[in-house]
């Protein structure tokens, strides 16, 4: 009863917790699930008691929130981000939003050393009978940032999933509550198209009954998933676990019980999906959140035995580097887990890193595999741990070969538009 007192005597109005927020406070918001949406969507409200020089901590915001594009913010909330969403593309040209380059599994400190913050804002499930609320789809920095900050505030949110791992936090570790919402943001539904569908082929073909699971964002690692439903014993190990990584779970394809690490247990840094996969990974044993830092250590990666990580790429060149999160040198997304995946799948007994891309871009107008990489673009994965590429023309195998067989096996790949200019650009650069 102590704890249910404690719990109900924090809460306060969200007016009240717009209050806490003071000049020069460095602000750190949960991810995806635990966002606090009732918060960031009245947060431009701090301009009109004078606040200034706010700076926010946000990624892959959720919502089109109204600060984000309102006039007059300038001087109010700048904003820090390891991971660009839409939203912030859209408004990085304005200079309120800076890229803080990062692996994923170094991201805590990538951000502690920028701008530490101070508070922290995010929404939990209930408390339970035992004094503890959920962090629950989400633990990528929250664990590490809400230790650091001086004032802690939390949306409550019934709709979020109970899920086990290091997502617990005791009430007594909260300032203040507050009511949230009572629905969970899904992801946005990735339309697949027929090339897609084409390089998932491919992609599946290379992953057997026992292999251990990492997919990325997007249409393409979700149509890999759906043509895996026929293997058996497979396991999961990722950063971000979805709704197709849900449905091979609800089928039995994964069952967890060939891993070597973490065996019997789906194991993710992030949840991120549907309503149905929320109902099913709820009170499920079978699945926990572990911090990012821990989850995307390459060397933890590695332990898995046929680890298989499968991402896309915006563009790769002749050599092999892959570049993910920028094109023409703008920022796009960021590098996310890619390269920690790719690094550890690279290493892991019988482990695969499959990079899977179509072959263009613009309605076919620009081939994505490139002589060098477009003037600016970043090398998210180097060459030397590029392992696999799968376009809608085959699969080329990079470990272990050469330059010019590289480039061989690129060009046998890439659209057959482009093969001829790309063999003369290899020739030009003398890698062929």
């Not at 701008?115 to 499930?125: D, E, L, Q, S, Y």
């Not at 997502?167 to 697949?192: A, C, L």
């Not at 933890?300 to 993910?324: F, H, R, Y």
């Not at 030397?384 to 080329?396: F, H, R, S």
């Amino acid at each position: 009863m102590d704890l249910q007192s404690s719990y109900h005597d924090k809460f306060i109005t969200m007016d009240e917790a717009l209050s806490q927020i003071k000049s020069g406070d460095v602000i750190a918001v949960a991810a995806y699930g635990n966002e606090p949406v009732r918060f960031l969507r009245r947060l431009h409200e701090i301009r009109d008691r004078g606040v200034r020089d706010v700076t926010l901590w946000l990624a892959n915001p959720q919502e089109e929130y109204p600060f984000l594009k309102m006039e007059g913010m300038e001087d109010v909330i700048s904003i820090l981000s390891i991971f660009y969403g839409k939203s912030l593309r859209d408004i990085h040209s304005t200079g309120r939003v800076s890229f803080v380059p990062n692996n994923l599994h170094g991201c805590v400190d990538a951000m502690l050393r920028t701008r530490k913050p101070n508070v922290f804002v995010g929404a939990v499930t209930p408390v339970d009978r035992f004094g503890y609320v959920c962090m629950s789809t989400s633990q990528q920095f929250e664990l590490e940032l809400f230790d650091t900050c001086q004032t802690v505030m939390l949306e409550i949110n019934p709709a979020l999933p109970h899920i086990a791992g290091t997502t617990r936090i005791p009430v007594d570790k909260v300032h203040y509550f507050m009511e949230g919402e009572n629905t969970v943001v899904n992801s946005p539904v990735y339309p697949k198209t027929e090339i897609q569908e084409t390089i998932a082929d491919y992609a599946a073909s290379l992953i057997h009954d026992g292999d251990t699971l990492q997919l990325g964002i997007g249409g393409m690692p979700d149509a890999v998933a759906e043509r895996l439903t026929d293997r058996q014993d497979m396991g999961i190990y990722t950063e971000m676990l979805g709704s197709a990584m849900g449905k091979l779970m609800a089928c039995g394809a994964v069952n967890n019980s060939r891993k070597t690490f973490f065996r019997n247990r789906s194991v993710a840094a992030f949840t991120w999906g549907t309503k149905e996969l929320y109902d099913y990974i709820d009170d499920n044993p079978m699945v926990e959140l572990l911090p990012v830092g821990y989850v995307n250590d390459p060397g933890n990666i590695m332990k898995n035995e046929n680890m298989v990580s499968v991402n896309t790429a915006l563009e790769i060149d002749l050599t092999g580097q892959v570049c993910s999160e920028t094109i023409a040198g703008k920022q796009y997304s960021g590098t996310g887990g890619a390269w920690d995946f790719a690094y550890g799948a690279f290493h892991a007994k019988n482990g695969r890193g499959i990079i899977a891309l179509q072959s263009t871009a613009k309605s076919g107008t620009i081939s994505r595999i490139v002589p060098r990489l477009t003037a600016g673009n970043i090398v998210t994965i180097p060459r030397n741990i590029v392992d696999i590429v799968v376009t809608e023309y085959g699969v080329a195998r990079l470990r272990g070969k050469s330059v010019r067989q590289r480039v061989e096996e690129l060009i046998a790949v890439a659209h057959p538009d482009f093969r001829q200019e790309l063999r003369d650009q290899a020739r030009k650069l003398e890698i062929w």
